[in-house]
């Protein structure tokens, strides 16, 4: 465990941190780092938040080794490979899973303790200005300077869709299934739909993606969504889209999702993952007077700070999209603020990652949203099958996609779909923070064979001058 929280009753610190998910504990680590006495209340055994614990983490240990799984059992032999049998061994995948959540956590709490930040155990809400109320064994009051709301978010759950955490679940059950199921009904194409329907297709399920929209991954190019739709149907999942769920319930050990002007479905268990609303609730906020948005989220100013003073937010609990990565930076950004007077995030630069296979990833507009706001730009398309590294890997399908403004070149959005896409995007993400041209991205030596070379070639084609297509 961390440092405990000292005994008295109004602990006093800089800076309390109310929730140690990507946000809250990466603020609080940036704040000690600053030289700020820092708390941080997490009313969870292990740091992290959802990302860590039943989230981002855990869903991609279980996609890598469900991919290693569909590669040994179908993959190996244009490699002249042969394996003789291959067989699933889903407890020691589960194990695996766990094992790697307990070191991230575990690593968590070491930065804790590297940097003296104290953490308190427990339940906590707004006792009032500057003050932290904390149910738990022993509950206990913080008095701060500043108080950052770092909370997260919480599934949705849908009208007529009973959960009962088992068979009618969310992703949390799903990344625990005892056994692989007949058919999984999965309701939402969303990023946690799409990486979880492949994780059990892959380990033998039959599965059925249920998605109230005409589209998957809403809110991507829809062009690069729509590829993705293909390939993923091509290994097994099947998608209904337009689809509108009325109800899901459990009966004995099977399941029946009821589908707005259609038959029922009957399935095995049901994953119902169509979205996440920020967790606001119980948390005090009328005491000192915070307010919130149409959407329920915190609202804040663009220095983080809320309609409190001293109260600060930041995460799925704000404005913008609900990633990992634009908490932390937001937590440091937030902090720095306090501190220095000064911090930034880049919020045209931030990326999103579907982890399926072949993986998905965007930073910056898409092609819908630069028509919609009639923004003049050019577009250059680099396919994988046409780089050698893809060929090798035998991971061809796919392209790059780079999108700059056709007046000033500017980058304004690239988009790709192929092996490790997530990778692939730091580098546009980087392009785009510093306002880069196509032409700079084109001009950059890329070593070769590499997979970056689709980049390189895909900006070349906004010039319409790609050297290998």
């Known amino acids: 465990m961390s440092t405990p929280a000292p005994s008295d009753t109004a602990a006093r610190f800089d800076l309390a941190v109310l ?60 490699h002249g490979v042969r394996v003789a049998s291959v067989e699933l061994d889903l407890a020691a995948m589960h194990a695996r899973r766990q094992g790697v959540v307990k070191t991230m956590t575990q690593g968590i709490d070491f930065l804790f303790k590297k940097h003296g930040i104290t953490r308190v ?99 991507m190019d829809s062009e ?41 479905l009957e399935c095995d268990r049901v994953l119902s993952c169509a979205g996440r609303a920020p967790r606001t609730a119980e948390l005090g906020l009328e005491a000192v007077g915070i307010r919130l948005d149409d959407r329920g989220r915190i609202e804040i100013d663009d220095r983080f700070r809320t309609t409190a003073p001293g109260f600060y937010a930041v995460g799925d609990v704000v404005r913008g999209p609900m990633l990992a990565h634009k908490a ?31 993986e998905v990833a965007t930073v910056g507009k898409s092609e819908d949203e630069l028509k919609a706001a009639g923004v003049p730009h050019r577009k250059g398309v680099f396919p994988f099958s046409a780089n050698g590294r893809a ?31 997530g990778d692939l995007i730091a580098e546009a993400a980087v392009a785009i923070e510093l306002g880069a041209s196509s032409e700079d991205l084109a001009r950059s030596c890329h070593a070769h064979p590499t997979l970056a070379e689709s980049l390189k070639e895909a900006a070349l084609a906004v010039d319409g001058r790609a050297l290998h297509v």
């Open 328 to 358: 932390s930076e937001e937590g440091v950004a937030c902090v720095e603020w306090i501190v220095n007077g000064w911090g930034h995030v880049g919020y045209d630069a931030i990326p999103g990652i579907v982890y399926t296979h072949p």
């Open 121 to 219: 155990v427990g339940r906590g809400s707004i006792a009032g200005p500057g003050r932290l109320r904390v149910e738990g064994e022993t509950p206990t009051e913080l008095q701060a300077t500043h108080v950052l709301l770092a909370t997260g978010s919480r599934v949705v759950e849908l009208p007529g869709v009973e959960l009962d955490g088992d068979r009618v679940g969310t992703s949390t059950e799903a990344l625990a299934y005892p056994e692989v199921p007949g058919h999984l009904v999965v309701i939402g194409a969303g990023y946690i739909g799409l990486e979880l329907g492949s994780v059990w297709s892959r380990l033998g399920a039959k599965v059925t993606i249920l998605e109230y929209l005409d589209r998957v991954l809403p809110g």
């Open 19 to 78: 929730g140690g998910g990507p946000g809250g504990y990466v603020a609080a680590i940036r704040a000690a780092q600053l030289g700020l006495r820092v708390a941080c209340v997490e009313q969870e055994p292990a740091l992290g938040g959802t990302c860590l614990r039943v989230g981002c983490i855990p869903s991609k240990a279980l996609l890598e080794s469900s991919e290693r799984y569909a590669e040994a059992k179908n993959g190996l032999l244009a």
């Open 391 to 421: 060929r090798a890997l035998g991971q061809a399908e796919g392209r790059v996609k780079v999108l700059a403004h056709a007046e000033t070149d500017r980058i304004l959005g690239v988009h790709v779909i192929g092996p490790r896409a």
């Open 224 to 264: 690069i969504a729509n590829e993705a739709r293909r390939t993923l149907a091509k290994q097994g999942l099947e998608f209904r889209l337009g689809t509108r769920v009325v109800g899901a319930r459990a009966h004995g050990d099977r399941c029946v999702v009821e589908i707005e002007g259609a038959a029922s």
